[in-house]
């Protein structure tokens, strides 16, 4: 199992480019093949449940309830008159397309059973590894590596519309296209637990679900068989009625007569305006509306709690997944609050987390508590939280119910979160491309070494997520920039249970250890030293993509921006890719921009320490001498606080401000969560 934060190539908010940069939306692209590979993982894993267990799980339906509206849809709906028109008239129209040769069902676990089924229906099979065939104009099958329905053609003239085909007669691009547009609600809706697909190709009819932990999948089933068509019939009758489902956030808060969180909207008078240009009526006057909807939720009052309310402006940054915490932060202004006055600028940060981990606010507790006397330092490199909101999941909501089903079902092997909405309201912090000054970047990096450093030592906390996003900083009174470590959603504590931690890899990934992604030694854990490569991997992306902003007319503005895409796979690829990708890095002579070129040498330094080890390590592994011992913790000692900090604490050749002044020796509990 993972926490995975899954990131575009760039973050809406620093570049403004469309969040649908990982996936095609429009119906020419919805192919699988042109999913991102990690997403593609996500399809592949979808668990398939039959029918009837999809809509009593999923809508909330007892046996006897769904029998019963069965008898009402046959009843009042297939012995209507024009209803019988319709569905001859429809019946008329449709081509069932059909494969040549059976090819294999859309991969995933089957996870099912009901009354009625064959004991291999009862199965329960994880598929680690799925082996989906595809056909080319030949009708030859050939396997793909990922375990993707792509197509393998070898006439590039044959005709472009050839489909690829369930068993069932469902196409997977029509799947892949439902979830396209899935991705898309979930992905920009802030409040929004889960989405429902309804897919019909020709006759066949399946129900897809969608939310933060999983990608389920009814079995296909065909219309032309009455008992079948009753259920579509029954789903479609559902989804009208008002139930607890359809809301993200069913139960009233207890001891209010109102729902929390909610949001109120911002109603714009368009008139005369191109619907992604200025936006009107409770909205900044020239506001400008671009399609990558940064601005979709400016204007709106989101209120946490009676006591708190928020007016939302701008996105700061948004993930682009289906299955992950989908955190969204945004810009906001204090309306009612009793951390500070209206007006005040904050930001909200909504995110869907596992409700077995801890919160970023108890994290940031411990550090308080650890953070007095000459420790006092620490808090200017931490992430102020001013007020922090939870909000459980209903029993009665689909993802109440689908974890029961799936905890009973596959027992043990079940790896379904139920997840809880967690929303905190911060002190505002600047991003690091705010910056210009290769000294202030310096020193940045040197306090975020520092910062991680001391909770290790004295917090007991271990970050397990550094990425360009999680590094900030923040202007005190005496004008110097302080480098802010943020985001704690998937850190962990030195002494947390190992049966809960050491088996799941954490992190950003075009920032993590090429270890972790490369995950062949069970039980390995995650390192301290695996949080220090990811600080390298920031810095060298960050310094090879970014340089200083041009200049717009006679004002210069402050700031980088990105100006090369050196390390754009690392966005897009599998985790083996990767981690192949990142590999090649380490032994090369890093190419930096000119902003920059005063870091090179610490770049290298850095390369050299984590490749040595790790070539120390391969070593070790492949060699059969039993009495050589080999420290797992540090690399045999080349990645270290002692060794990073030597090259980043100084910037051509003069020293940086260092905080931490003593830090201490590690023990073996410390080195990994």
């Not at 104009?137 to 519309?161: F, H, I, L, P």
């Not at 801890?358 to 808090?379: N, P, R, T």
């Not at 990708?581 to 380490?586: M, S, V």
């Amino acid at each position: 199992m993972s926490a995975i934060n899954r990131v575009t190539e760039c973050t809406e908010g620093l570049s403004g480019t469309p969040l649908s940069k990982g996936i095609a939306t429009t119906k020419a692209n919805d192919k699988a093949g042109d999913l991102q590979e990690w997403l593609l993982q996500d399809f592949n894993d979808c668990c398939h449940l039959i029918i009837h267990d999809f809509i009593k799980v999923i809508f909330g339906l007892t046996h006897n309830r769904l029998v019963e509206l069965k008898v009402k849809m046959d009843d009042k709906v297939m012995s209507d008159p024009d209803f019988q028109v319709s569905w001859k008239k429809f019946r008329e129209s449709v081509k069932v397309v059909r494969s040549e040769e059976p090819l294999t069902e859309t991969p995933g676990r089957r996870a099912s059973n009901s009354e009625g089924q064959d004991d291999e229906d009862m199965l329960l099979s994880h598929m680690s590894s799925s082996h989906p065939y595809t056909r080319n104009v030949c009708n030859k099958r050939q396997k793909t590596d990922m375990g993707a329905v792509q197509r393998y053609r070898e006439d590039e003239d044959e005709d472009e519309d050839e489909s690829i085909t369930t068993t069932q007669g469902m196409k997977v691009e029509t799947l892949v296209q439902c979830a396209n547009y899935r991705l898309e609600m979930l992905s920009r809706g802030i409040l929004q637990y889960h989405a429902l697909g309804l897919v019909v190709d020709g006759t066949w009819f399946q129900c897809c679900y969608y939310d933060r932990s999983a990608i389920i999948h009814s079995n296909p089933i065909n219309l032309d068989e009455k008992d079948h068509l009753l259920l579509l019939l029954v789903a479609l009758n559902e989804l009208k009625v008002h139930k607890p489902f359809v809301s993200p956030i069913p139960d009233r808060t207890p001891g209010t007569t109102e729902v929390f969180p909610h949001m109120d909207p911002v109603y714009c008078n368009l008139k005369g305006h191109d619907d992604h240009y200025e936006l009107a009526s409770g909205q900044e006057k020239g506001l400008v509306h671009d399609r990558s909807g940064m601005n979709a939720f400016h204007g709106c009052k989101l209120v946490l709690d009676e006591e708190t309310e928020l007016t939302l402006g701008q996105t700061i940054q948004r993930s682009h997944s289906i299955i992950g915490r989908g955190t969204t932060v945004l810009h906001a202004k204090c309306l009612k609050g009793h951390w500070g006055k209206e007006g005040d600028e904050v930001v909200v940060k909504i995110s869907f987390v596992d409700e077995g981990r801890l919160s970023e606010a108890k994290f940031m507790d411990l550090a308080k508590e650890k953070a007095v006397g000459d420790h006092a330092w620490a808090l200017e490199h931490l992430p102020e939280i001013l007020s922090a909101h939870e909000y459980p999941n209903s029993k009665d909501s689909p993802e109440s119910r689908l974890f029961e089903f799936m905890r009973d079902k596959l027992k043990a092997d079940s790896t379904y979160e139920l997840r809880i909405l967690r929303i905190l309201v911060l002190r505002p912090l600047k991003s690091i491309t705010q910056l210009d000054d290769p000294k202030d970047f310096a020193q940045v990096f040197y306090d975020i070494l520092q910062i991680h450093r001391w909770l290790v030592d004295h917090a007991k906390i271990l970050h397990r997520d550094i990425s360009q996003n999680n590094i900030m900083y923040r202007v005190l009174k005496d004008g110097k920039v302080h480098g802010v470590l943020n985001d704690l959603d998937l850190a962990s504590t030195l002494s947390m249970s190992r049966s809960h931690s050491s088996q799941t890899r954490s992190g950003t990934r075009p920032f993590m250890s090429h270890e972790l992604l490369t995950p062949n030694r069970p039980g390995l854990g995650h390192f301290y030293r695996h949080d220090l490569e990811s600080i390298y991997y920031v810095m060298l992306i960050l310094f090879a993509n970014y340089d200083k902003v041009k200049e717009d007319g006679n004002a210069q503005k402050k700031g980088i921006q990105k100006v090369d895409n050196q390390h754009e796979e690392w966005f897009k690829g599998t985790d083996k890719e990767v981690a192949a990708f990142k590999w090649i890095a380490l032994n090369s002579v890093p190419t930096l921009q000119p902003l920059f070129s005063s870091l090179r040498q610490s770049i290298r330094q850095l390369s050299v320490f984590i490749r040595s080890g790790h070539n120390e390590a391969y070593t070790y592994i492949t060699q059969e001498e039993e009495e050589v011992t080999f420290d797992e913790h540090t690399l045999n000692g080349h990645v270290t606080y002692d060794k990073f900090r030597a090259p980043m604490s100084r910037f051509r050749g003069e020293p940086l401000v260092t905080r931490y002044k003593k830090p201490l020796d590690l023990v073996p509990v410390d080195y990994r969560s």
